[in-house]
């Protein structure tokens, strides 16, 4: 199970997140623009609903431009551990 810290997203097109995040809540829907490490160029998630977004790579960049979805939270992974436990 992965551990979660939650961060508030102030988009940028300079400035990375602290760490990759694996969801984002979109509290007023809209596009979202988001860029991995591995990609030169933003991806734009057209009209994104209320509620988690879950992407299907983590991202590093939330962009400014492109994004007009507002009240965005982050999910950030941040390790995982096995939960699974042995009786002998």
Request: charged share 10%; hydrophobic share 50%; proline share 6%.
């Amino acid at each position: 199970m992965a551990n979660l810290a939650y961060i508030a997203i102030t988009p940028s097109d300079t400035v990375p997140q602290p760490t990759l995040v694996t969801d984002i809540y979109v509290g007023v829907s809209g596009d979202v623009a988001v860029k991995s490490t591995f990609d030169s160029a933003a991806v734009t998630l057209k009209a994104a609903p209320v509620g988690w977004l879950k992407l299907p790579h983590a991202v590093l960049f939330v962009m400014a431009t492109g994004t007009a979805a507002t009240n965005l939270v982050g999910a950030l992974a941040l390790s995982v551990r096995s939960t699974a436990t042995s009786n002998e």
